[in-house]
């Protein structure tokens, strides 16, 4: 039972541009969600999170907005670099399950230049 | 900040034998987690050790097992190994409270023949 989806298994971008990832989750426990970027051959590193009380969150070129009533969340990456071009995996949690991930597929990035 | 170590990094079995995986958290970590992650897939929770007691399972069989250490590194065993049982198996470490992130290691990378 997939809890979180992430429905396009890729995108590819030109350099500069915005890099729009959507997920969707099924599970309206989840208050808590995050996204993860993942290297080949590396673990995956925390990139940014927000909490079911808000519908926003920014962190430099990193935006995530969350729809709860859609229960779908976006990640947006301005400008979008080279470097941007890895596996982005949302996930979700409920904060009486700390660390406790429920993880969508991935979507690969390619940032072409 | 990463600081998790998993080894070994790749490894070889034979069906119907037992793996022991291993790692190492990051330095104040209390609490470590393991996934699965099978080709093509996201990380898959299997459970979460918070100071040497098991504190919350996925759906995974009793054949998975783990231990967590007084140093707080970690143990994953599995017992009569499947051919689905290939797989990235990686572990996060996290502060039990007030961190939403989880630091991952970068994997250990299980094929079963």
Redesign the interface.
Known sequence: DQQVKQNSPSLSVQEGRISILNCDYTNSMFDYFLWYKKYPAEGPTFLISISSIKDKNEDGRFTVFLNKSAKHLSLHIVPSQPGDSAVYFCAAMTTDSWGKLQFGAGTQVVVTP | E?G?TQSPTHLIKTRGQQVTLRCSSQSGHN?V?W?QQAL??????IF?YYREEEN?R?NFPPRFSGLQFPNYSSELNVNALELDDSALY?C?S?R??G?????????TRLTVV
């Open positions: 990463t998790v609490t987690s996934y093509g897939q996201g990380p898959q929770f979460q919350g996925g990686l996060a996290s039990k409270q961190s939403t992130e989880a630091f991952f290691g970068q994997g």
